[in-house]
Structure formats: structure tokens, C-alpha cells
């Protein structure tokens, strides 16, 4: 589990994020079209954005019940999320591909793989807040995946 500490810091890194409270939150046309990854849309590695959606990851993988949760429906929606992370709105990147990555072999049937990445992001975030993820943790991954987190 998250602590309150951890799940107040993320909280405060959300603060121009929309929270995310329902499934309807999470419109595909939200999402960058460009070639960049969605992990990198607020900014690349070293940056705030960047820390913050680190942070928001680990989060997720704690609420999730951490490396011995692995197998459960939390934990590979989790992991299916990092795994997005590295697809992009454009080119390449934007199918679903698998990879030869943890987060990747984690996700168990989540992710489809040959079909478009963007709506999978929806998805599994809509999947995840009703799972009762943190909704502030959720936030700063969508921010991040949007590209309008800030500092």
C-alpha cells in the first residue's frame, strides 16, 4: 500500500492535472498525436515531469501489492501501463507491440498487441481508477501521458 506521505506528495505534483474519477475522464483525443513516447510528453529524463511520473509509477506498483502481487489483475494492469508509457500517438511507436521488457511480461492479457496504443492508455487507466487506484497517483500519469504536466 501507499503511504499517505507518498500518495500527498504525488497528490501535490497533480496539481494542474485533472483527477481522475471516472472512466469518461480518460479521452483518447487527449493524447499527443506526435511521434514522442507518452512517458516523455511532459518532458524527458531529469526532469520534474519526469521524476513525478517515476514516482507515480512506483506508487501504482506498491498499491498493486509490489513485486509479490505479480500474476494479479491490479499488478498486470499496472505493468501494462509502464509498457504504454513507451508507445507514442504516431509512427511506430502508436501499435502496441510486444516487447522483451519486465513490464511487458508482467501484463499478462491486458495489453493488445498489433492494435493502437492510445485507446489502450484509456482503457487501462478507466480500469485502474475503478479499481480504486489513487486517484492523485492516476492523475500524474495521465498528465505526464498528455503532456500537460508542469514542475
Not at 11 to 37: D, E, R
Not at 86 to 95: D, E, F, K, Q, V
Amino acid at each position: 500500500m501507499a503511504t499517505r506521505k507518498a500518495t500527498s506528495k504525488a497528490a501535490t505534483t497533480a496539481t494542474t492535472a485533472t483527477t481522475a474519477t471516472t472512466a469518461t475522464t480518460y479521452n483518447v483525443a487527449a493524447l499527443p498525436t506526435t511521434s514522442v513516447q507518452y512517458r516523455q510528453a511532459s518532458g524527458g529524463t531529469g526532469t520534474v515531469q519526469a521524476n513525478n511520473y517515476a514516482q507515480a509509477v512506483r506508487l501504482l506498483y506498491g498499491w498493486a501489492g509490489g513485486p509479490a502481487a505479480k500474476g494479479t489483475h491490479n499488478y498486470q494492469h499496472v505493468a501494462a501501463l509502464v509498457h504504454l508509457g513507451w508507445c507514442s500517438g504516431n509512427g511506430a511507436r502508436a501499435t502496441v507491440r510486444k516487447a522483451n521488457s519486465a513490464a511487458c511480461n508482467n501484463s499478462g492479457n491486458v495489453l493488445v498487441f498489433g492494435q493502437p496504443a492510445a485507446q489502450q492508455v484509456c482503457n487501462v487507466l478507466a480500469w485502474l481508477a475503478a479499481a480504486q487506484a489513487p486517484n492523485a497517483v492516476l492523475a500524474v500519469v495521465w498528465a505526464t501521458y498528455t503532456g500537460t504536466a508542469t514542475a
